[in-house]
């Protein structure tokens, strides 16, 4: 079975900071991997994903994310971020195969001040 | 392009009623469509998996006699949560997808379902 631990339940940021969002995963065989970032009260947006390749991917609104195999990490950063930046965030994994059955991780809430 | 929509958005309703959620993929067809509810403050938990003309599976633990799942269409996928109670309260989010194992899942904005 897969799972998801996202290790920051809550990060609080100022504006224009750089941000980490951290996730790791647990699975026994491959996985593709993803990031989503939900608004209030709204469904989720898909930020960015890994399926192949280059293990730096990039995603919408200045998101980052490098997939590390031996760390089985997939942390979300941005260099600098801004009010709107504020949300819920997803991390994700399915298994090759696995029909996009996603398995979603606690999610952080990210909180950018002024 | 990609676009889910629910409806409704939210509904209030007394315990013991049914309440019917429809999502619809706008601009593709979603060969598979998946329901899922989400607690306050919490991650999204998959209730079940639909595919077009077939039966839903249903995730461990949920009631499929509770949560009756349609998916009559390439188009268009339904959840009713009968006699409903108010611990069913919730947001419930449906996504779509073309099916194939390396493809996104578009999510709809959600339901916000209130039982009194």
């Known amino acids: 079975a897969q799972s998801v631990t996202q290790l920051d339940s809550q990060v609080p940021v100022f504006e224009e900071a750089p941000v980490e969002l951290r996730c790791n995963y647990s699975?026994?065989?491959?996985?593709?991997l993803f990031w989503y970032v939900q608004y209030p009260n709204q469904g989720l947006q898909l930020l960015l994903k890994?399926?192949?390749?280059?293990?730096l991917v990039k995603g919408i609104n200045g998101f980052e994310a490098e997939f590390n195999k031996s760390q089985t990490s997939f942390h979300l950063r941005k260099p600098s971020v801004h009010i709107s930046d504020t949300a819920e965030y997803f991390c994700a994994v399915t298994t090759i195969g696995g029909y996009n059955k996603l398995i979603f991780g606690a999610g952080t809430r990210l909180a950018v001040h002024p | 392009g990609a676009v889910v929509s629910q409806h409704p958005s939210w509904v209030i309703c007394k315990s013991g009623t049914s309440v019917k959620i429809e999502c619809r993929s706008l601009?593709?067809?979603?060969?598979?469509m998946f329901w899922y509810r989400q607690f306050p403050k919490q991650s999204l938990m998959l209730m079940a998996t639909s595919n077009e003309g077939s039966k839903a599976t249903y995730e461990q633990g949920v009631e499929k006699d509770k949560f009756l799942i349609n998916h009559a269409s390439l188009t268009l996928s339904t959840l009713t949560v009968t006699s409903a109670h108010p611990e069913d309260s919730s947001f419930y989010i449906c996504s779509a997808s073309l099916g194939v194992s390396t493809d996104t899942q578009y999510f709809g904005p959600g339901t916000r379902l209130t039982v009194l």
């Open positions: 699975s026994s065989v491959s996985v593709y």
């Open positions: 601009d593709f067809q979603a060969t598979t």
């Open positions: 890994y399926l192949s390749g280059s293990t």
